[in-house]
């Protein structure tokens, strides 16, 4: 992502922080949620999310890993980092949890780091061209077994047709992208692309446009 896409973001996700759950957890809780329930993550597990958003998949992500485990949140946005802050704090879970603000790529992390990786309405934020080298990182920060789990905002399949809400979607994100900065991408496509395996995809709905939840891991 070039140096002023990054500010442009950066700067728009800060001004919604305080807002963003009004917007958008309605509709995004419950393809959160069932990403979660994919990664299925254990007690003592060191855990990533990329995109870390208000905080509500770190919180659960924490009380998955328990105080003998970690989790890393790693988000552009200082003003979404103070908010999930808080609900870190208010959910006593703090002790687990660190809190990263960097534009990603690169991830500021060692190789073979974490068990599993959670991204939720991230990936097709970033622009086509650059989301193999977001893949790439978080396979480098994988072990070998390490599981990845994906909510996005998924393209139609073929045979289907575009909702309305769709049409209109990918419309306002070709003419007017820092209001609408996220766009439909195949994301089981460049998952499986970037040399993940046991790639899997279940598929819901958030007001008529399909959502991708997927599930991978890295290579033994």
Request: glycine share 6%; aromatic share 6%; hydrophobic share 40%.
């Amino acid at each position: 992502m070039a140096t002023d896409d990054r500010s442009t973001t950066r700067a728009f996700y800060d001004r919604i922080s305080d807002a963003y759950d009004l917007i958008a957890e309605s509709g995004e809780h419950a393809a959160r949620e069932a990403g979660l329930a994919k990664l299925n993550v254990h007690p003592g597990e060191q855990v990533l999310e990329v995109g870390f958003g208000t905080g509500h998949s770190l919180v659960a992500l924490a009380k998955a890993v328990g105080s003998t485990g970690h989790v890393t949140g790693v988000d552009i946005s200082q003003g979404m980092c103070d908010v999930a802050e808080r609900r870190v704090n208010a959910e006593n879970v703090n002790q687990q949890v660190e809190l990263i603000v960097t534009a990603v790529p690169p991830l500021p992390f060692d190789d073979r780091l974490f068990d599993a990786v959670s991204m939720s309405f991230t990936l097709e934020l970033f622009p086509l061209d650059e989301i193999p080298a977001v893949l790439a990182e978080v396979r480098r920060v994988l072990r070998p077994g390490g599981r990845l789990s994906i909510v996005s905002m998924a393209t139609t399949r073929e045979g289907e047709h575009d909702s309305v809400l769709e049409r209109t979607y990918k419309w306002m994100h070709q003419h007017f992208p820092h209001f609408v900065d996220c766009q439909p991408i195949d994301a089981a496509g460049f998952v499986r692309n970037s040399g993940f395996v046991d790639v899997n995809e279940t598929r819901l709905e958030i007001w008529t446009m399909p959502v991708a939840v997927i599930n991978a891991s890295r290579s033994s």
